[in-house]
């Protein structure tokens, strides 16, 4: 069952600079086609939990739209990606952006920058019949009360169609693993102490999903 | 159960350049620490099956030790992993070599180039006690009938206890997940077509595993 899918879940396929903004206040151009990294299921933590920043680890917020898979699928069709969508969820991808930084430049993987325990804050889930358009809705991110992201999925380069037919071309998608579909601009550092709180909306302003954790 | 984790695990860890002659064949210098990326265990391809290889992509071999966790562990000191391993087994890291180059010169993660579907032929377990020495077995690969590879486990760099205090001091190892222990020097192209054969022989020459798939 999608609700159980922290627990059954097998990965975590995250998606990179998939908002225009997000990639050049990194120093990135936006990707030509899609890319992705793994997460291990070990990094979530759920809503009302702790991240644990590592001792000289820069530990940046990413605030994401998660999917979750329903059922296994590989080489999906954009046309029939929809019907692979069990729910929607609210993740944060934490990113340890000194590591991230220094694998880069030595070609390194990415998979301990992104891979620590606790580093997937993530929320509940919201089944389809909720979302009406999942490229339409907003994603905020505020520490200690003030706004760091505040997006609209309609800025994602590639959209969720599109993210599931490239992802499942090389992989196959299981039941209960997530896709997380990148962040929009605003991504900063996370420090011991913060109170984090993340929220989705629909386009009315209407609160869908909430996300909160403490550093 | 360990016989199980094909099925049941949830990550397949694994070590880069943990072997100082292949890690020069590619051109790369021993690295001073260990490191690693994640594969899904959407690769698992078992013993006797076949190994896809996608258009335009160049696969390459790895061989290596495979060890499968046995209970869930963090920070796990190197004096205690032994405890945490629940058996060993033989596998293939498949690599897509032409786009792990491309990803690494522009700083991009390694997950597609390592977690194509089949990219993870893997062998049966043997438990720890027909194991007396896991650094003094040695790993072939032949393909079609003509060794390829042919390293001693004796040669990794980072041991198998330091491979287990690194990772698990980032993220937690649970029940099922596999670690994968780097690959000894040799490693070039699987053509479709091909025959591949591995074995994993103790000091004296017994064969103790074998690992075979078509390509
Ligand atoms: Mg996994
Ligand atoms: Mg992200
Ligand atoms: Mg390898």
Redesign the interface.
């Known amino acids: 069952m999608a609700s159980n899918f922290i627990q059954t879940g ?2 975590i ?1 995250a998606i ?1 600079r998939n908002y225009a903004a997000h990639a050049k206040e990194l120093g990135n151009k936006p990707p030509k086609e899609p ?9 979530y933590v759920p809503s009302g939990g702790k991240v644990e920043i590592p001792r000289g680890i820069v530990a940046h917020h990413e605030v994401e739209l998660g999917l979750v898979i329903g059922k296994k699928g ?1 080489d999906i069709p954009a046309a029939q990606a929809d019907s692979y969508v069990a729910g929607y969820t609210l993740a944060v991808d934490m990113t340890a952006r000194n590591l991230q930084n220094k ?3 030595a ?6 920058a992104k ?3 606790t580093f997937t804050p993530i929320g509940q889930v919201l089944l389809n019949k909720d979302i009406p358009d999942p490229h339409n809705l907003r994603l905020s991110l505020a520490i200690n009360g003030e706004i760091k992201q505040d997006g609209s999925t309609g800025d994602m380069i590639f959209r969720i169609p599109q993210l599931i037919e490239h992802v499942s071309s ?5 039941e209960g693993d997530l896709l997380l579909t990148g962040t929009p601009e605003g991504v900063g550092p996370v420090e011991p102490g913060d109170k984090v709180l993340c929220a989705l909306k629909d386009a009315q302003g209407k609160e869908l999903l909430k996300l909160e954790f403490d550093a």
């Open positions: 097998k990965k396929v990179g890319f992705f990294f793994l997460k291990p299921t070990s990094s590989r694998v880069r430049k070609g390194l993987p990415w998979s301990s891979g620590f325990d090389i992989m196959t998608l299981e």
